[in-house]
């Protein structure tokens, strides 16, 4: 088992800016993809990006404006999230799954934490 803590939401103004944290204990975390998705209330949860060895994935949403990241001596995966816009309010959740490839299916996703509520206002 593996367990996920997100942190760092939070209310901001567009334009601003916040940064989420994604602790991980439990597995060998360097071995694992790490991904972050966010959803609506009644909407699907979607992806937002995804990092491990072999590169990075981002939608194109959030492209030249999030950046994910990660340091395996820390077991934490971040999200910076700059020149937000109210469309990216959501509950974004960080996920864990061992895959090739930085994944953008949630179904690939073993582990997933309770998510962190990111509110943008106008």
């Known amino acids: 088992q593996m367990q996920l803590v997100e942190s760092g939401g939070g209310l901001v103004q567009a334009g601003g800016s916040l940064r989420l944290s994604c602790a991980a204990s439990?597995?060998?975390?360097?071995?694992?993809?790490m991904g972050w998705f966010r959803q609506v209330p009644g909407k699907e949860r979607e992806f937002v990006a995804a990092?491990?060895?072999?590169?990075?994935n981002y939608a194109d949403s959030v492209k030249g404006r999030f950046t994910i990241s990660r340091d395996n001596a820390k077991n934490t995966a971040y999200l910076q999230m700059n020149s937000l816009k109210p469309e990216d309010t959501a509950v974004y959740y960080c996920a864990a799954g061992r895959t090739n490839v930085p994944a953008i299916e949630k179904e690939v996703y073993e582990y997933w934490g309770q998510g962190t509520q990111v509110t943008v206002s106008p």
């Open positions: 439990g597995r060998t975390f360097s071995g694992y993809t």
């Open positions: 990092i491990n060895w072999n590169g990075i």
